[in-house]
């Protein structure tokens, strides 16, 4: 059952995705989805906890792609907005900090209603604080719009940082540049805190204990952190092709270690109990005991 509620939850990331683009088509295939679920249940297919289930799952699915992640062009800089404004912000982090060596990549959306751009990007270069996400901190910054060099058909930077929702970005540097206001202790911003503490937990470890280009592999495979990477190895996963496993993979891989490890859990349980017996003589090191 687990495996066909993360192929549903899989398929909802899917269409959330494409939700702002695709509107009406992607209702009328949840839509279509639905009646297809009834049917099933109504010849027997499926059953109605089953049915359930799934249906919940698909739709649990795009509502986590639509909250977690910021529509395109949420909020345009004002037409009056001058680039280099030095300004006091406090807001609050709203999706997971990047880290990198030497630095952190924070999302802030700012408090004050009075600002027409909201989503603020700041890069924290030798920060002496580790920040997570739901996080209210205050900083003071030179703001600028996102922008970019950009070639006769090259990569548009800053359409693509806009596409994200980010309306300004500002750099900081050393320690004491940005202040904790306050973690949260309820709600989903804590929820959100606590995977971010878990994530710091694992970088720490990696860092004190892996060295490149070991390092910047294992965090982009497992927290899909890519600020690690050597820049050498990120241009050979960009000629292979296979970059976009990284992107990934942190995103998914906990899922898919627990489907592994229900499947695994389940496999075990159905073996015969002679085999589990001599299973579990052959990997105890204490063999001489067990056989008593």
Not at 187 to 208: L, N
Request: charged share 15%; with cysteine; net charge positive.
């Amino acid at each position: 059952m687990l495996p066909s509620l993360t192929v549903a939850f899989l398929l909802g990331l899917l269409g959330g995705s494409q939700l702002p683009f695709f509107p009406l088509f992607l209702f009328a295939l949840f839509s279509g989805a639905a009646i297809s679920f009834s049917i099933a249940e109504r010849a027997g297919y499926l059953g109605t906890h089953c049915t359930l289930l799934l249906y919940i799952s698909l739709l649990s699915g795009v509502v986590y792609w639509s909250v977690t992640t910021p529509p395109p062009y949420l909020h345009r800089p004002s037409s009056g907005f001058h680039n280099g404004i030095s300004a006091a912000i406090t807001g609050r982090v709203v999706m997971p900090v990047q880290y990198g060596v030497g630095r952190q990549t924070i999302l802030v959306e700012t408090d004050s209603m009075m600002m027409t751009s909201r989503r603020i990007r700041v890069v924290w270069r030798g920060a002496d604080l580790t920040l997570h996400q739901g996080d209210r901190i205050m900083f003071q910054g030179t703001l600028h719009r996102p922008r970019g060099f950009l070639n006769p058909s090259g990569f548009d930077y800053a359409a693509y940082v806009e596409r994200q929702g980010i309306d300004l970005v500002t750099t900081v540097s050393g320690p004491h540049a940005i202040r904790l206001i306050e973690r949260p202790i309820t709600g989903r911003w804590s929820f959100w805190s606590q995977i971010d503490q878990w994530r710091s937990t694992i970088r720490q470890a990696a860092v004190h204990t892996l060295r490149q280009p070991a390092l910047g592999i294992f965090l982009g495979m497992i927290i899909g952190e890519r600020g690690y990477l050597e820049q050498d190895m990120q241009e050979w996963f960009m000629i292979t092709g296979t970059v976009h496993l990284l992107s990934i993979s942190g995103s998914h891989l906990g899922l898919v270690a627990l489907v592994c490890f229900w499947t695994v859990k389940r496999a075990i349980l159905w073996l015969p109990s002679s085999l589990l017996l001599a299973l579990s003589r052959r990997i105890t090191s204490y063999r001489q005991e067990v056989c008593k």
